[in-house]
Structure formats: structure tokens, C-alpha cells
């Protein structure tokens, strides 16, 4: 029954791979951009947790006698032609840095949702529900610093001024 699944198995797998392939990238862009120590720090972080998690993929596509994915950085400066976050060009806030990996955090961890759909053997679950727990913790980390980044939207002077006043039928 498990051949039946394979070529899909093969496929979520190196999806995933390649999320998390470029997640790393996208992680080291981003802390490039960044003067904060803190955040660089947490940025690097969160690269290495990407970098383990595709190690962790690689494995299950060999044993499935798949590709694994090649290529891996070794360095920020190997990743240049990586994707970067829309908000890690030069001089942008570090709340828009930040938002920009979030975002691409929470489009891996959707990924990892639709994955675990599928029924894989007891080893591949554990991975992957060890990557997709890591991803959330991601998503916390960043939506707290983000927060703590960006100051609320004003409210238009519309919205500000609008009051809520009762309606009368039958007057």
C-alpha cells in the first residue's frame, strides 16, 4: 500500500523541501537588513531551524529514492539570488522586515497543514509534525516582534469621528 503513495509522498516532500530551502534564504536576507542584535540573532535562529528541518526532508525523499534537494548555503552571501522578503530592500523598518518573513512563515506552515492530511508512516509524522510545531513557533516569535515593531494603523478621521447612534423606527 505504501508504493501506492510514493510518487505523492515524493512530491509533498521536496515541496516542503524547497519551502523550507527557501525560508532559510529568506531568513538570511532578511537579518542582513537588520541593525538589531537581538533580532539578527533570532533571524539566524530561526535559518538554522530551516536548514535542519530540510536535512530532515532530504532524508525521507533518499530513503524514498527521491532527489534530495542540493544546493544548500552555507553563507548569507551564497544566498543572494535567493528570494528576498518584498520589505528587506535597503532602509525598510525592521516591523516590515519582519512582517515580510512572517508572511512567508505562515505560507510554510500552511503547507505543513496540508501535508499532514496525508497518511504517512509513523516516522515521516514525526518529522513533519516536528517541522510544522517549529514553524508555528516561527510564526509566534515573529508575530510578537512584529507587534512590538509596528505601531497600530490610525484609524481614518472618518472611522474616528463616526458615532454610533441609535436608530428610531416608528417614530
Not at 10 to 33: D, K, N, P, V, Y
Not at 43 to 50: E, F, I, Q
Not at 64 to 82: C, F, I, K
Not at 99 to 110: D, K, N, Q, Y
Request: net charge positive; with cysteine.
Amino acid at each position: 500500500m505504501r508504493d501506492r503513495y510514493k510518487g505523492q509522498e515524493l512530491s509533498m516532500l521536496a515541496a516542503l523541501a524547497q519551502i523550507e530551502r527557501e525560508c532559510a534564504g529568506i531568513c538570511a536576507a532578511a537579518a542582513e537588513r537588520l541593525e538589531e542584535r537581538h533580532l539578527r540573532g533570532e533571524l539566524s535562529d530561526l535559518r538554522n531551524d530551516h536548514l535542519r528541518h530540510l536535512e530532515a526532508l532530504n532524508r525521507l525523499i533518499f530513503e524514498r529514492q527521491g532527489a534530495p534537494l542540493t544546493n544548500v548555503p552555507s553563507s548569507a552571501a551564497s544566498e543572494a539570488r535567493w528570494p528576498r522578503p518584498p520589505a528587506a530592500r535597503a532602509g525598510a523598518p525592521p516591523g516590515e522586515v519582519l512582517a515580510g518573513v512572517l508572511r512567508r512563515e505562515a505560507m510554510g506552515a500552511g503547507a505543513y497543514e496540508n501535508a499532514l492530511l496525508h497518511p504517512w508512516d509513523r516516522a515521516s509524522r514525526t518529522v513533519l509534525d516536528t517541522n510544522a510545531w517549529d514553524q508555528q513557533r516561527h510564526i509566534r516569535l515573529l508575530e510578537a516582534h512584529t507587534r512590538a515593531l509596528v505601531p497600530p494603523r490610525p484609524t481614518s478621521a472618518r472611522a474616528a469621528n463616526h458615532r454610533h447612534e441609535p436608530v428610531h423606527f416608528n417614530d
